[in-house]
């Protein structure tokens, strides 16, 4: 399982960003997709996941809801994170990762706990100024 993300960049608070993962079409169909991010002296946390194999479900968490979203494009086999009115403290390096999705699988944010992702592409820097 291979992943790439691109898309970082520096941009001003309010401004946005469109982060894309990029993966084998096998890759999307079978796992799902998680976007998560690290700040300077902080712990990785998740952002926001996709179940393209099952029930489609997105997941996104709290701190950012409302302002970004996830989404796969099948054209360019990617999954997106489309990130809206940033803040300062969305400066983080974010990555992309993939995850095994149990057949028990039921539909809910636990698939996006970070323990589950076994494979990770490269980080891409966002950096938000104020």
């Known amino acids: 399982v291979q992943l790439q993300a691109s898309g970082g960049g520096l941009v001003q608070a309010g401004g946005s960003l469109r982060l894309s993962c990029a993966a084998s079409r096998w890759t999307l169909d079978y796992y799902a997709i998680g976007w998560f991010r690290q700040a300077p002296g902080k712990e990785r946390e998740w952002v926001s996941c996709f179940v393209s194999s099952r029930d489609r479900s997105t997941y996104t968490a709290d701190s950012v809801k409302g302002r970004f979203s996830i989404s796969r494009d099948n054209a360019k086999s990617t999954v997106d994170l489309q990130m809206n009115n940033l803040k300062p403290e969305d400066t983080a390096v974010y990555y992309c990762?993939?995850?095994?999705?149990?057949?028990?699988?039921?539909?809910?944010?636990?698939?996006?706990?970070?323990?589950?992702?076994?494979?990770w592409g490269r980080g891409t820097l966002v950096t938000v100024s104020s």
């Open positions: 990762a993939a995850a095994d999705v149990p057949r028990t699988y039921q539909s809910g944010s636990h698939i996006c706990l970070l323990h589950r992702y076994d494979y």
